[in-house]
């Protein structure tokens, strides 16, 4: 309601549609204790809950564009294209009368989906009372299905909260309004994501992204320079000045699964260089010039690329 609250705040014209208004929204449900699962599925959970307004010739281009959206937005993580997308028709019980607005809402799900390419399923009677929707899934890393995303269009808010936008022709109308969460609950997307990579995050996801190792103490200042010169670039980079040894300090790396460990030493200080040991390869990359390394893991976050390391 609050969404709506902001829309019905005015007046509103059809220039201004579609109004596309999002938030992120903890949400509580009592699940029964026998189905809480971890981050997968909890009784608290925060949802990117979004609603757009729009007229009912901008409906399949919204539709298409949160599918689409969903669609990028699994790839960009990881998770590959989706693994299922269902449409959901109307329920046995459902708001009464507006048969051919459920139909026209159905039609318009169908062709947004069909404009994407994407297979999909039809769900028999499984939509909301208030309106068909789209369900979107992923699978985990030991092949689980988790429904993530969810674009459903509401017939009864926008009736229930008598909101309405001035036509071209002067007159009000009522709008479609599309529910649309795409992460469905932050937790279990990644959830899914951490256990599909393991922990061993592509560079541009990963908490820590670049660890410095100095090979003894009187190298840290060298190291804390080449930390220094990746933060400059918005990398998220330590160092390791701790006591322990050089074979430690790299083993905690690749425990830590961080994307890149580099080693740095006297012919690095002297050479202005690092030595680069990418995570999950034992393949060393010696006396690489620093302005390199930076520029090349600078490129590779930029690319969002959802490779993991090694």
């Known amino acids: ?9 005015r007046t509103r014209s ?10 992120l929204g903890t949400v509580y449900r009592y699940e029964r204790s026998g189905v809480v699962n971890g981050m997968l599925r909890a009784r608290g959970f925060t949802q990117d809950d979004s609603h757009i307004f729009c007229r009912d010739d901008q409906v399949v281009d919204e539709v298409y564009d949160c599918v689409q959206f969903a669609r990028d937005l699994y790839v960009a993580f990881g998770l590959g294209e989706p693994s299922r997308v269902a449409i959901s028709t109307r329920p046995e019980k459902s708001l009464p009368g507006n048969d051919e607005g459920w139909d026209a809402a159905e039609q318009a799900l169908i ?34 299905e988790w429904q993530l995303t969810t674009v459903q269009i509401d017939f009864n808010l926008p009736e229930r909260f008598d909101i309405s936008y001035i036509g071209q022709d002067g007159a009000k109308h009522r709008p479609y309004m599309v529910h649309r969460a795409l992460f469905g609950s932050i937790e279990r997307f990644f959830s899914v994501m951490v256990e599909s990579f393991n922990g061993a995050f592509p560079t541009w996801l ?18 804390t320079s080449v930390a220094d010169a990746l933060r400059a670039r918005e990398v998220r ?12 300090k790299v083993r905690d790396a690749q425990t830590s699964k961080v994307p890149y460990t580099l080693v740095v030493g006297g012919s690095e200080a ?19 010039p ?18 993991a390391p090694g």
């Open 14 to 23: 059809y220039r201004e549609l579609p109004l596309r208004i999002s938030e």
């Open 270 to 288: 002297q050479s202005g260089t690092v030595s680069i040991r990418r995570y999950g390869t034992d393949k060393q990359r010696k006396d690489v």
């Open 237 to 248: 980079v330590e160092v390791d000045v701790s006591d322990d040894t050089l074979g430690a």
């Open 290 to 307: 620093l302005d390199d390394f930076v520029t090349e893991v600078v490129a590779e976050i930029a690319e969002r690329r959802a490779d």
């Open 111 to 144: 062709l947004a989906v069909e404009r994407t390419g994407l297979p999909y399923e039809i769900d028999p009677g499984e939509g909301a009372f208030y309106g068909p929707k789209i369900d979107i899934h992923a699978r985990d890393a030991i092949g689980r």
């Open 206 to 223: 990963a908490p820590q992204q670049v660890r410095v190792v100095p090979v003894a103490a009187e190298f840290d200042g060298y190291a």
């Open 1 to 9: 309601p609050f969404h709506i609250l902001a829309f019905t705040s």
